[in-house]
């Protein structure tokens, strides 16, 4: 093997694949008149030699002499060094040879017998450019272009190769799915360059937990997958998602704020080698939804009570698809009563149940939630608006002031077309807007207060009224709430049931209520379910109540038994 250098910085090494010495001293001679300098030749006589040179110090290009029709050199070469371009030279003038040569995976060829410098140069310099830009386009198709990561379909694939490795040594494999928790948040209040911002980072933090045989890739959105081969078991897989749960909480400067970031995060440890790739991915999806549910910056194990959660789930949202065609939907109404003067009937909550076919009624506390982030909450909120106005008209006929109240979603608050289509459904129902109460919860004000605000300012335009739900659980300011226009506070059912118990109850309650007044709102209370509780809710000045003591929510038919209701 003989190694020539021309020139002082070898940015391109050739190596030439020639068994005819005087062949190669001819196509030596041209190379460096192609060049004169920046140019490293290395001659190998044998194919052998040549992977040995490959291996050990890699090529920019391979000039590859061929004799006869057979491919098997060409095949060698591509083994020992699938990245390095390769050149073919021939002698069949027929060009059959070339054009099988690159079917066969070389990027270029040429006839000995028009071999020249400028030849040379041009077909080295086009296989070197042709090899770069296919292996930019193979990365790009495998990586993600923000974090550099592998991306979706690069980490089935090596998943797959992983349970082929484990179905032959045993070894156990775990995947590891971690969500962002808030990330959304990050994205509205700072904007999404501090979103990418934030991935980038992350995605660098995770690369520092892998070993060389490990795997770390952006699946889409805020989600990243680990791939661990080799583990000594669930104790290790555990041990490795607390310093990831650790590594990711170090704080971030984004826009000049420090933020501290925590993950959900999915472990699903492979006990069938057989298993497949997607369905690791399902397990360790599923198991991290249980991490959310549970609260969020925690892990979970995949289990067989995961296994039939997640079933359950993805069973429920194949039929909840169907479940507005099918008429399944009801909307229950609970009423609401004036606790001003005499105890009386002033309104419904309407209240969404599912008359599933197998399962009987459905409370929502079960589906809202898949609604929500399959985004069916915007036409199944539809619905219920129609439904709950349609009803209201009709009630009205025979009792002028009742009002009903319907609950808005953050997905619906977040919905740009809220307002103008909300206006058109009251206009369809020939109800007045202020018959109409929309409710949110506190939390979904807390989430986005600038952007509540705004949503809040274009519904109260329609001339409805608005109020605040649950509110004791968002842990938010009534000096923050008097910036937004709402007309009523509903206090969460908490506060009602620890009248009587809790000595401490009624006074906390009664300042709530003292300030809401202040404040120019109304307040109801929510899950008053005794005589007592009403009794003190009257004596603390509270506007309204609602609760299992006067009704819990009833179906459309039986709400004209309740119509007649006077006081108590």
Known sequence: MVQEQSGTIPPVRVLLVERDARAAMLIGELLRAAWREGLVLVHAEHLDDASQELLDHGASCVLLGLWGLELEPLEHVRVAAPDVPIVVLSDDPTQEEGLRAISAGAQDYLLRSELGPGALRRAVSFAIERKRSEGELAHRALHDP???????????????????????????????????????????????????????????????????????????????????????????????????????????TLNEREVEVTVSIGIALVSEPSVLPDSVIRDADAAMYRAKELGRARFELYDEASRRRAMERLELEGALRHALERSELRVHYQPRVSLNGETGLVGFEALLRWQHPQRGLIAPGEFIEIAEETGMIVAIGEYVLEQALSDVARWRQSRPGMTISVNLSRRQLEDAGLASRLASTIRASGADPGVLCLEITESTVQHDPELAGRMLGALKTIGVSLAIDDFGTGYSSLARLRQLPVDTLKLDRSFVGALGSEPEAAAVLGAVVELGHALGLSVVAEGVETDLQLAQLRELGCDGAQGFLFSGPVPEEEVHALLGYGSR
């Open 146 to 252: 923000l974090t550099g990561l592998p991306n979706r379909a690069l980490f089935l694939d090596r998943l797959g190769v992983a349970l082929d490795r484990a179905r032959r040594t045993e070894a156990a494999v775990a995947v590891l799915f971690l969500d962002v928790d808030n990330f959304k948040q990050v994205n509205d209040s700072l904007g999404h360059a501090a979103g990418d911002r934030l991935l980038i980072v992350l995605a660098d933090r995770l690369k520092e937990m892998l070993r060389p045989m490990d795997t770390v890739a952006r699946f889409g959105g805020d989600e990243f997958t680990f791939l661990f081969e080799e583990l000594a078991g669930e104790r290790e897989a555990v041990l490795i998602a607390e310093r990831i749960g650790q590594t990711v909480r170090r704080p971030i």
